[in-house]
């Protein structure tokens, strides 16, 4: 992990230990924890919709809020930009994205969250690989980020089926319906 994003991840999960705070990293730090990809460019964090209020305060305490503007497809209830050193942070609460058949809302209950140990032995809150392969499924302009999930899930496996199972719960349009079916 780049030098950056560490130190700027550090100084988020030190800043919430002890506090009930759900919450977790996805976008491409996730993929470059996976080894999917070898560079992230900035840290998405998505935060339960109960932790939001507290999350922007920590947020705020450590870094600069920017202006933050949500576009089609997005329907994030909850989309703020921070600046932690040279890093740009991404929180988002109510993750959702509208396509042809409805909106898809994700949802990172406690279950949905796994625990990694960065190169310190700092612990920090990821998401599942399996949630974010239907959002970028989802979301304009990521085929190469699905083409390296579905590359890795070839390779390695599915590790958490029923993520993916969680997901056909939601209206989806047919054609990812058919690609998540694949791996199940």
Not at 118 to 142: I, R, S
Request: charged share 25%; proline share 4%; net charge negative.
């Amino acid at each position: 992990m780049e030098e950056k994003l560490h130190q700027a991840l550090l100084k988020i999960c030190k800043r919430i230990p002890g506090h009930q705070i759900s919450w977790a990293v996805g976008g491409s730090l996730m993929l470059q924890m996976e080894g999917l990809v070898d560079v992230a460019r900035d840290i998405d964090i998505l935060v339960d919709e109960k932790c939001v209020k507290t999350m922007i305060q920590f947020l705020k305490d450590i870094g600069t809020e920017h202006t933050a503007l949500s576009k089609d497809p997005y329907r994030t209830k909850v989309f703020k930009k921070y600046q932690i050193g040279e890093v740009e942070v991404d929180l988002m609460s109510g993750f959702a994205l509208r396509h042809d058949e409805g909106i898809y809302e994700a949802s990172f209950p406690k279950q949905a969250i796994r625990i990694l140990e960065l190169q310190d032995g700092q612990v920090a809150p990821f998401c599942y690989l399996e949630d974010w392969y239907v959002l970028y499924m989802l979301m304009p302009n990521k085929g190469e980020k699905v083409m390296l999930i579905e590359h890795h899930f070839e390779n390695v496996g599915i590790n958490h089926p029923e993520r993916l199972e969680i997901a056909l719960r939601q209206p989806l349009p047919t054609h990812i319906v058919k690609r998540v079916m694949r791996w199940l």
